[in-house]
């Protein structure tokens, strides 16, 4: 609890233009960020080669970058730090398909390639459109499944980046 509070206090004291408060941040965050990092990379497809740091690093500058963001507690940081990773995945993913399709590729004959089909576990670009159109037909739906699956949220944690009561059902 006492962690939660000083993140926050952290987080609106940064955006209020203290510097220093950014420099406390990282060590609060630092093993949820590895957590949801890990969460994210265990249920990607295995083509993403990132490694966890890389992701928590990239995840980190994007979230600095943010400073006018109006963070409203712990879990809406982390809620931003799910969605700051998944589209860096899906970045990578769409430059990896980018590349797979001869972008800037040299050509070699058919019997220069190896063939090898690792089976993927989850396709990012697949996901990040599937929410994209859950969105578009109901946009909380969405937030909850993001902030669920990709930050790894709580019921309670969700409710209250949302603005709704735990005990309410979403049909």
């Known amino acids: 609890m006492a962690a939660t509070q000083e993140l926050t206090r952290n987080l609106i004291e940064w955006r209020n233009g203290n510097e220093a408060a950014i420099e406390k941040i990282l060590p609060i965050v630092y093993n949820e960020l590895r957590r949801t990092a890990r969460r994210t990379l265990r249920r990607e497809s295995s083509e993403i080669s990132i490694q966890t740091m890389e992701l928590i690093n990239e995840a980190y500058l994007k979230l600095v970058d943010q400073r006018e963001s109006d963070w409203q507690n712990r879990a809406h940081f982390f809620a931003v730090a799910a969605r700051v990773m998944r589209n860096l995945l899906v970045d990578r993913a769409r430059s990896r398909q980018y590349a797979k399709r001869g972008g800037g590729a040299k050509r070699v004959s058919a019997d220069e390639i190896m063939i090898a089909s690792p089976e993927k576990a989850v396709n990012v670009i697949d996901l990040h459109e599937a929410l ?31 603005g709704i009561s735990s005990n309410r059902q979403t049909t």
């Open 132 to 162: 994209t159109t859950l969105a578009e037909l109901d946009e909380r739906k969405s937030r909850i499944v993001e902030l669920r699956y990709f930050a790894g949220l709580t019921v309670e944690e969700t409710a209250e980046v949302i």
